[in-house]
C-alpha cells in the first residue's frame, strides 16, 4: 500500500520439526538491474510444519560490502509493507543507507514468501477492482465487505498455490533463519522498517542467539489488541495531520496559508461524502471520503505537506486539468499479500457491524480531521470474514535469554506507527532495548535525519547503545513533488 499499510512475540514452534542441520546454499549471479549486486534463490518448504511437503523458492539481492578486508558481516534489511521488496530495497541501498554500513556489511534483502519475487500471492485484478469502500457504514456494505474478502481469499488460494495459508511472519522468520544458515552465518544484523520491525523482533524472540545487531524503524506493537490497535493508530493518524496544519500556519511556502485549514478540510470531507469532490489530478474522477483520507494519509508519510497543499487547494477550488492518466493495461494477475499477510498476523475480529459502527463513533470524536487511520481500517475491513483465524496472532512481549542491545527508532509524528507503540516496546524488552526519539515527522526516520542514521550506523558498526531518553531534533522537511 503506498501510504502503506502499515501493524511480537513468536508462537511456540516446539513440536515442528528443526531446520536440517546440514544448510542449503545459493548460487549468486550478477542482478539485471546493477551489475554490483548479486541475485540469489532458496528453496524453503511452503509450509514449515510439512518440511517435505511443497516448496517455494525464495528471491533475494545481495550487496557485498564494498572494503570486504574490513567486513563486519552480512546485515539483512526489509523496507516493510507488508508487500515492500526487500530486493529492490537492496538495488536501491546506495540510495538510503550510509557509505559507511555499505563498506563493512553485505547488504542482502529478501523478499518475504508472498511478496515481489518469491512465490508472491496472486489474486485476480478483475475481482481485487470491486474491492468495497474501507469505510464501512452501513449494514449492507459490511456484508459486501464480508462476501468480497471470502471470494477474494478463495481466489487468491487458487492462483497462489500451498503456501498462500503461511505467509506469516512467524514462518518468514524461519525462512530468514533458513537464508542465514546458507548464507554461512553464526549471527546476523537485521534493520527493519515497519513491518519489517515484525518480523525483525519476531526472529529475535525465535533466534536470539543468531543475532549481533537488531534495529528496529518506526516499530509495530505486535502485542496489541484490536481496540488499541484501532486507536493508537487513529491518534498517529489525526497528530500527524495536527503538524501539517501547523506547518501550513507558519511557513509562507504553504499554497493554502492564511486559509482556515480546518474548516476547508471538513468542507471537503462533506463534498466527498457526498459525491461532489473530484481528483484534481484526473477531474474524470470523484473522490469519495476514503479517497480523500488515505490522500491525506499518505502525504503525511515523507511528510509531503507542500504537495499536499496544492492537491487539497486544487481539489476545493478546481482547476483546468493539465493532463489525463492513461488507463493502466489490462493484466490478469495481480500482487496483493496486504491482507493475506495481515490478516495470518493479527487477530483484528469483530462480533458484527453495531461492534464496527460503535468503536469507529468513539475514533471519529478522537479524530476529527482524520475520523480513523486508513491504515488501520484497511487492515480491519480487509479481513473481515476472512475464511481462517491468524496463524500468528498478537501476544505478549517479553526479552528472550541472550538477546543483546537492540535499537529501536521512532519519529514522534509518525502517522503508521504510534510513537507509543515503540515506548511500549522498549518497555517490555526492557535492558536490552534502546529507544531513539526523532522528534520529527514522517515514517521511518533513518533517512528523515542525520542524526538519527548517525546513531543507527553507530550502532551497527560498533554495538554502542544509545543513552536512555535519547532524541534526535526534528529537520524541517524540504519541499518536493509542486507545481
Known sequence: MRAVLTVITLLVYGFMPPVPARAATIAWTVCPEDAQVQCGELTVPADWADPAGPKITLTMARRPATEPAHRIGVLLVNPGGPGGSAYDFTIGATGFFGAELRKRFDIVGVDPRGVGRSAPVLCSRDLLDTKPSPLVETEQQYAAMVTFNRKLAADCAARTGAHFGHVDTGSVVRDFDAVRAALGQQKINFYGASYGTLIGLQYAQRYPERL??????????????LDDFLLRETDAAQNAFGEFVKWCNRDQRCVLRGRDLLKLWASAMVKARAGQIRNPYDPTLKLSLSDLLTAAFTALYEPQWYSFAYYLRDATTPVAAKRHRAAPPAVDLVDYSFSPVICEDWNLRVSGFAALKWRMGILARRAPQMLVSPLALSALTGCLGWPSPPDNPQTAITAPPGLGPILLVNSRHDPATAYPWAQNVAARLGSPAGLLT????????????????????RYLLKLRPVAPGAHCPPEEPEPFGVG
Open 438 to 457: 526523532y522528534d520529527g515527522w514522517g515514517h521511518v526516520a533513518y533517512n528523515k535525519s542525520p542524526c538519527v542514521s548517525g546513531v543507527v550506523d
Open 212 to 225: 549481533r545487531g537488531l534495529v528496529l524503524d518506526s516499530v509495530m506493537d505486535h502485542s496489541a489488541g
